[in-house]
DNA sequence: AGCCATCTGGATTGTCCAGTCCAATTTTGT
DNA sequence: ACAAAATTGGACTGGACAATCCAGATGGCT
């Protein structure tokens, strides 16, 4: 009876950490493909090789699958972003931090929304647990993207007026918007320019390099 | 065997009509709600008081039903944005149409998507029919915008420099993105940020008699 | 080796659900 | 009024699916 949350791999064996971790990541790609509701176990058991005592010996019920799905996107989606996450903080590196995002979609076809948002968009108003969960994943987001930019606005290098945390919201946004307009029109140029716009507007409330005041206090 | 596609009440007598009508809007109810994979046709017919005869006498299939959900949401969508959406031709204009957008999420409670959104993130990858008719209404939704932004354009309005279509284009991933956002975390705030930032930039880019651009107002 | 927890196989159950069918009732056109 | 067409009621089917159960295999540990 080991069903601790998640990826936790609490008193498992190797070989029952495997079998573990091949059903959270078989279940992971069909969600993602088709949905959770479109899911069906009996696809996870033959994506990863497993038959049904297993799923339920290591997870309650499909919903604790699902949980141990965001826990896996969410790793999945944030170190798939480094290391460009952990220093957004000059305008080169949004920029950079953009194209990689965009390649991630141009190698997927446009298929597919975010791992993360398109869990959100489905299990928001139906699990209130997966709710919680996606909300702190996306927290963590937020928090990388934010942290960047509050450096740069630490260093001086953008308007004392501008607002670090809102636009790291706003380019959270623009990166969830830019990605189903892209998966819906089977193109990546709204998510180019729904990026582009929001980086555009950053660099706008830059503050030129020549007036730069230098300050040396300590963080 | 009159199976028009979406929302033609072709050879229908009006009683017809109005059944047609109740299966189209229930069943919209409840995909908004609970997403297309989870709402079951016995629901459909429980909340709009019919039979399994009624759902197939008007609709081939459960695709067919989901085909004239987007077109009657489509138009809701469309049509509960006017007057604002066709004449976003100024900065209060669009502020304007950001808080009718707020207000709806608001008295959704955060709960729920965009209603043609959400469709879009379920079905884009798994209905290639649904992906066409979601990105045709999504190019209405954008034309809108557009058109106002290139109205402003052609009245001196905007920047030599600024480019409508795409800041047309970024409005509306700040919307879903917005939405998405708001969904997750149960705000309205991450909504009202992402509007206000794309806002404030159509904003920087105005040309003004003589004030430079000037800070968005107080949220 | 030999014990015991961990892990695995697969048949099975009960429910839900999309879609079918046919007969009954109402509406329309003349 | 009366036939034809449109509309409606509800039982039924076959399959898919989440979840259960028990027997059997494996592997770490002393």
Redesign the interface.
């Given at each position: 009876m080991t069903n601790a949350p998640a990826l936790r791999t609490d008193g498992l064996t190797p070989k029952g950490r495997a079998t573990r971790l091949r059903i959270v990541a078989a279940a992971a790609d069909l969600m993602f493909?088709?949905?959770v509701?479109?899911t069906s176990l009996d696809d996870v058991k033959e994506l990863a090789g497993v038959s049904s005592s297993q799923l339920y010996h290591y997870f309650e019920d499909k919903s604790a699958i699902v949980s141990a799905v965001i826990e896996y996107q969410t790793e999945e989606v944030l170190s798939g972003q480094q290391p460009h996450l952990a220093h957004l903080d000059s305008i080169p590196a949004l920029r950079a931090w953009r194209d990689v995002l965009v390649g991630f979609r141009r190698d997927l076809n446009c298929?597919?929304?975010c791992p993360i948002?398109?869990l959100?968009?489905?299990l928001?108003?139906?699990d209130r647990h997966a709710?919680a969960e996606?909300?702190a994943g996306?927290r963590r987001w937020e928090t990388s993207i934010r942290d960047g930019l509050r450096a740069m606005r630490e260093r001086g290098e953008l308007a004392p007026?501008a607002k670090p945390d809102?636009?790291a919201?706003?380019l959270?946004?623009?990166?969830?918007?830019?990605i189903?307009?892209s998966?819906?029109?089977?193109e990546t140029?709204?998510?180019e320019?729904?990026l582009?716009?929001?980086i555009?507007?950053i660099e706008?409330l830059t503050v030129r390099p020549r007036k730069r005041p230098v300050r040396s206090r300590a963080r």
């Open positions: 493909e088709h949905g509701a479109r298929r597919g929304g948002g398109s959100g968009s489905e928001a108003d139906t709710r996606l909300a996306f007026g809102d636009l919201v706003a959270l946004a623009a990166v969830q918007g830019g189903l307009l998966q819906i029109h089977r140029r709204p998510m320019i729904a582009d716009t929001v555009d507007h706008s």
